[in-house]
């Protein structure tokens, strides 16, 4: 397979993991771009990546760059995502991919239009332990999907200007984690949820600190799920089936599921991947899709990025809840 040229927009602690996950194939970063040059320095001094913008923007129209992974904060990915996919630039984009629906459909079309790559960098879809959950719970051995359990906590300290309560920063549950739990849902639910209901707390700055979701869809697989951002939880995922059900502790970056089955009782230990090498497996799911390897739709799971941000628009609107950049168009 052709090995293509990475670029990273932002230099956070994601797009260290992302240099550290090339290393670890013999590879390197093609380029770095961020909106504070110095920071871009450093970063590449640090991962001998040669290749460092003046001006950030010149990364989307830089002719050998194949792939942009973008790590900046949620409220600007969407300029981001367009000015790259207009150019035709491929782009794995950090969770949550944009602020809402409307937004992701502007993306979407931009790739089309642009014949370019986009997918949600969410672990979820590409660990090698959900792959595997995955074959288990289609083969019908557990029986049908009953319903979903699912825990998200933080402990953050009651600072108001952190970026996690910072509504100017697209602060929040929901996008924060939240989005995890729920690409957990929509990766075993037969079909999209179609029933949406919740709850909310909000922080003193207005953005969601504490929020309950019950969801069903049309085959009545139910899924609750909790999220908070000032009081540690595990983070646990329970799948229940008719004939057992399976538990995921640190499901983000899972390596290991415990099934037990109902009737006998037995537990089952299934073991898949490593959690040091989850942005390895976007990587390479990537690559793949890029060349035309594997499926795009079955390895990026955009249509399930779409379901999920359908699912996080609809709570954030019932709840009266806007960013500022929301505010100008919605």
Known sequence: MKTYNWATYGTGVIANQLAQAMASQGRKLYSVSNRTYAKGVAFAEKYNISKIYDNPEDVFTDENVDIIYISTPHNTHLPLLLKALANGKHVLCEKSITLNSDELAQAIATAESGHAILAEAMT???????????????????????????????????????????RNLAGGAMLDIGVYALSFVRWFMSSAPDQILSQVKLAPTGVDEQATILLSNQEQEMATITLSLHAKQPKRGLVIFEKGYIEVYEYPRAEKAVITYTESGKKETIEAGSTVDALLYEVLDMEAAVSGEKDVTETLHLDYTKDVMQVMTKCREDWGMKYPEEECYR
């Open 124 to 166: 979820i879809y590409h660990m090698p332990l959900y792959k595997k959950l995955h074959e288990i719970a289609v083969s019908g051995e557990l029986g049908p999907l009953r319903m979903i359990q699912m825990n998200f906590g933080s402990y953050k300290e009651y600072d108001m200007a952190n970026r996690f309560f910072n």
